[in-house]
């Protein structure tokens, strides 16, 4: 009876330290999200969208898109095509020293739209992909960290009615290569 006892406090034992390892693995690894006016989604994907470089900027514009659980990317022929669902999607046009992908700093609002690697220029938040419901971010920092293929990204900004949008992404970002297509150059009005 004693050896019974003494093999079910083992298995309860490891079965508590499996479960407490899980735990720590969990708190190294944290959540993907995106919050924005008291409503916070699971980020699921992004991507990079390169537009080259332009004569009066000394960056490459890279175009950085996190979306939410619930919305979906649509592709032609490898290209963007449109974007459905229901759920937060956050963009930053940002300007990086090469046109393959974002460098490891920081990227910070740049109201002067001066197109200076370290910045973004022009930043929306869409809490409402269905109803095209969207906010123009108008200050903060989008810090990125790359490592290969997989890129951690924080988002501390503010939109243009002072709220607050916050967001963490870990992972890879699909990549699409524009900067010899000017067609679909954004421009700004």
Known sequence: MKTLKTL???VIAGSLLVLSSCNKDD???PKTYLKYDNEELSLKSGYLENYGQDSTWSGFNVDLT???TGVTIHEIAGELDSI??????????????NGVGLDSRDFVYDVNETGAIGTFDLGVIANDIEDLTGFLIEDGVVNVKKDGNNYEITINCTDENGKEISGYYKGELKYYDYSGTKSLKLIKE
Do not use: A, P, Q, R
């Open 8 to 10: 079910v406090l083992i």
């Open 27 to 29: 708190d190294n690894d």
């Open 84 to 97: 459905s669902g229901f759920g937060m999607l956050v963009y930053f046009e940002i300007y990086t020293s």
């Open 66 to 68: 996190l979306y939410s």
